[in-house]
DNA sequence: TATTGTTATACTCTATAACTATA
DNA sequence: TATAGTTATAGAGTATAACAATA
């Protein structure tokens, strides 16, 4: 199994989802949660299924997913003011501190794993190698 | 999003298990029964529970796994000799016609992946990288 | 006592169909 | 009719505890 593209990846995925699951077990926060709340305060007041589509969630697993950060009273859903069966998105205050303090758990977290790559050039030649497999079609701002 | 490795890493790897579902989709293999019986082809004899532990799964949930391969024809369990708490995991005669199969079908798979990302030196680097990441200790036989 | 394989079980993630309220 | 969000549900994948047979 030495050069197994899948193989390889699937190893090395799962290596760097369980630092990120220890870096983050004291915020109670999974990688999907992270990616909503960053995705949300990068772009506030985007649609509910936008938002999902753009992580690869199906919109029906997103509701658990955004009731609970509802819940922690961390994001909020807004009825669509033109399109009144829409719900944009937006952090609370409270989310909006969260994510300051969760992007700085993160960079400890990603500077092991540039760390482990040997650095931010290798950082960014993994990244441009991942980009091929997964066709990315052109640079998006996220 | 766009220079996360883990986010970019979990999205390159879905892409490439997608393509592997698609490529064996008319041969009901999954990438978990690939890497079985690939591991099985090169070790014959090897006992289960080191089988499962160096693919990454626990050993109460090899067992349907091998349960299905077995059912298949595909491979076999044999009472160890010496230990006989233990089995030892080898291939039918059917499985390994199967394995001569499989093997060139995922040839197919492999090849795309590698023309994704640009040739095979680009396939070496990414590799390389992906095992820094993973902490491979060393180079393997597998 | 410890280990191998097993069963049972639970939890997460993911996928689909069908419903509701709006458009 | 179609779409946004939702509910219910089912299937994988994965994790732990406990058991029987054997060491």
Redesign the interface.
Known sequence: ?????????????????QD?LRTFAGMNLR?AEF?VL??IAAHPGRKQTEIAEQL?IKRANFVALMDDLERRGLAERRKGATDRRSHSLHLTEEGIRFVDMMAAVWRE??ER??A???GEE??????E???????TPD????
Chains 1, 2 share one sequence.
């Open positions: 199994m030495d050069r197994i593209v899948g193989y390889k990846l699937r190893r090395a995925q799962l290596s760097v989802f990120f990688p990616s960053a995705l690869g977290h990603e794993m540039i482990r790559l040997g290798e950082r960014d030649r993994l990244i190698l991942l980009d091929r497999l997964t066709g640079e998006s701002t996220d």
